[in-house]
């Protein structure tokens, strides 16, 4: 029976992902890993009995170690995190730490060869090539569990590669998404936390608000499909049904359609080629749901321009622009800058950041670290 290691188990996706395990008793979870919430950490530990369970914050994982099970071996720091990606017994690695911290346990999970089931789009967006590179080497798959992603690999699996005309990415638009440039000087964190259609973890609905995630998501299908930028297409659909589309050069569109719920993309990556039967969570389209599309609004949402421009330049700009906007989300969240700054700080770290073309891990973290820095620097002054 293949083994799971879910990093991030406490987070959203990582929950999502054992209550489709539920679901799936072809599978058992081996290890679960998170940041710090050892009180969520020790439920999913009475449930699911793994034999290992990980917390990166030490003290935290000494309160979970006091209180855990015997037979579950209770580990601490982000190596013991890094160890459960390439450890034996999982041969099915779920990566869904949120941000640039998840890009070494990712990395782990692909030089191992395990099948890699992708929530943390910001390794794929600072590390493309090595990781994509790096799987062909060691015959790791990466299967996306983001929404888009997963509908563009399941709409591409009805033509060829070389006979893709477009990609087109959809977009709900987040919760501004009719506010003005005026009203968008003065969101608030809390208006930006109301997304309108999915319920995410806090840095991924802040860059629902700011179109930065459609801006990883460019960049993230450009790696992962391997696709020419100028292929990759974004449409605003609020409604968030229609997941992405491929467009195919003998004008046949193929859409993946479903409720926004993450378990349909976790699911399919788990069961990938094969699609497991599930109970719930079918779409009834008499219920008289409609579907509106819409182009997107660059002028008042410029994170998207950004995602493209460094879509196409590779090298060190995704990590560049992610470590940026990382930066300054959580700054906006300190309501120490404004919503419009973040995307305005990430654009400019992009531009001045030393560019390296053909990067390395280890240029990486450090284009991370210059990203993060210069946004803190910059943040100051106005
Ligand atoms: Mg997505």
């Excluded at 998501?217 to 974004?234: N, P, S, T, Y």
Aim: with cysteine; net charge negative.
């Amino acid at each position: 029976m293949p083994g799971v290691a879910i990093l991030g188990s406490t987070g959203s996706i990582g929950r999502s992902t054992l209550r489709v395990l539920e679901e799936l008793p072809d599978l058992h979870v081996r290890s679960l890993a998170a940041n710090g919430d050892w009180k969520t950490m020790l439920e999913q530990v009475l449930r699911w009995k793994p034999a290992k369970a990980v917390l990166a914050d030490p003290a935290a994982a000494k309160e979970l170690a006091s209180r855990a099970p015997a037979g579950v071996e209770i580990g601490s720091g982000a190596e013991a995190v890094r160890g459960l990606a390439s450890e034996e017994g999982a041969e099915i690695v779920v990566a869904a730490i949120t941000g640039a911290a998840g890009l070494p346990s990712t990395a782990a999970a692909v030089s191992a060869g395990k099948r890699v089931c992708l929530a943390n789009k910001e390794a794929m967006v600072m590390a493309g090539p090595i990781l994509t590179a790096g799987a062909v080497e060691t015959g790791a798959t990466i299967l996306p569990i983001d929404s888009e992603h997963s509908a563009i690999l399941q709409s591409m699996r009805s033509g060829n590669p070389d006979e893709v005309r477009r990609v087109i990415l959809t977009a709900s638009g987040g919760p501004f998404r009719d506010w003005s440039a005026e009203q968008l000087e003065q969101a608030a964190p809390e208006e930006a936390l109301k997304h309108p259609t999915w319920n995410m973890g806090a840095k991924i609905t802040i860059d629902s608000a700011t179109l930065m995630n459609k801006a990883l998501e460019i960049i993230e299908a450009r790696w992962l499909f391997g696709l020419d930028v100028a292929k990759i297409e974004v449409v605003v659909h609020p409604q968030s049904i229609v997941h992405s589309m491929v467009e195919f050069q003998d004008a046949s569109t193929v859409a993946q359609l479903g409720y926004p719920d993450m378990c349909i993309p976790i699911r399919y990556a788990l069961t990938f080629p094969r699609r497991a039967p599930t109970a719930w969570g079918f779409l009834d389209l008499a219920k008289s749901h409609r579907l509106d599309f819409m182009p997107p609004d660059t002028g008042r949402f410029p994170a998207l321009s950004l995602g493209f421009d460094a879509a196409r330049r590779g090298g060190t700009a995704g990590a560049a622009l992610n470590g940026a906007n990382e930066a300054a989300v959580a700054l906006f969240l300190e309501k120490k800058i404004r919503f419009t700054r973040i995307a305005r700080l990430a654009g400019g770290a992009l531009a001045e950041h030393p560019f390296v073309a053909s990067p390395s891990l280890e240029d990486l973290y450090r284009t991370d670290g210059w990203a993060r820095e210069w946004v803190r620097r910059n943040a100051e002054n106005g």
